[in-house]
Each structure stands twice: as structure tokens, then as C-alpha cells.
């Protein structure tokens, strides 16, 4: 189902954020509910769960049933956190 999910995220939605220098991936998947990061200028955006639900929710919803539901995760990527680490021990 994640490679579904992908492919749909590449193919319909990822185009979409592209105008807005942003995109959407799959962070979980689990009991027919997807979690999904925003990236880039969408992950910071006021309006990104208005974007996930108009945009990402329903696309992945109308071409995946077996999605039942989509949600924002906004927990912080540990690439991010890597990044900080680093930058807090002055190793980068």
C-alpha cells in the first residue's frame, strides 16, 4: 500500500506543491490512515492543513479507497534534528 501512496503522491500531488516549492511524502502508513510530511516552503506554511486536505487528502482518498483517512504529521524529521545537533557541536 505505501508504494500506492508514493506513487500517488508523485504522480498527482507532488506537481501541485511544486508551484509552491513544496511536497508531500509518506511518513506512515497504518490501519487505512497516511500520515504525511509537507517539505519544503509547505512545511512551514500557515495554511498546510488546509493544503493537506484539500489537496493531499482528497487526491489520495478519491484514487486509493482503502485510504480512509490522511493526517499532517508534524512531528520533526530527524534529518532536521541531525542537522541541528551538528550545528549546536559546531561540526558542520
Known amino acids: 500500500m505505501k508504494e500506492k501512496i ?3 503522491l508523485e504522480e ?5 506543491l511544486a508551484s509552491h516549492n513544496g511536497a508531500a511524502i509518506l511518513s506512515e ?3 487505512g490512515v497516511a500520515k504525511i510530511r509537507l517539505t519544503g516552503a509547505c512545511s512551514s506554511c500557515p ?3 488546509y493544503t493537506l486536505e484539500d489537496i493531499v487528502k ?3 482518498m478519491e484514487s486509493l479507497p482503502e485510504v480512509k483517512d ?3 504529521d508534524t512531528s520533526v524529521s530527524p534529518d532536521l534534528l ?3 545537533n551538528k550545528i549546536l557541536h559546531k561540526k558542520i
Do not use: D, H
Not at 498527482?12 to 501541485?16: I, W, Y
Open 82 to 84: 541531525e542537522m541541528a
Open 58 to 60: 482528497s487526491e489520495l
Open 47 to 49: 495554511s498546510a492543513q
Open 29 to 31: 502508513y497504518e490501519n
Open 12 to 16: 498527482k500531488v507532488n506537481p501541485l
Open 70 to 72: 490522511v493526517v499532517l
Open 6 to 8: 508514493n506513487k500517488v
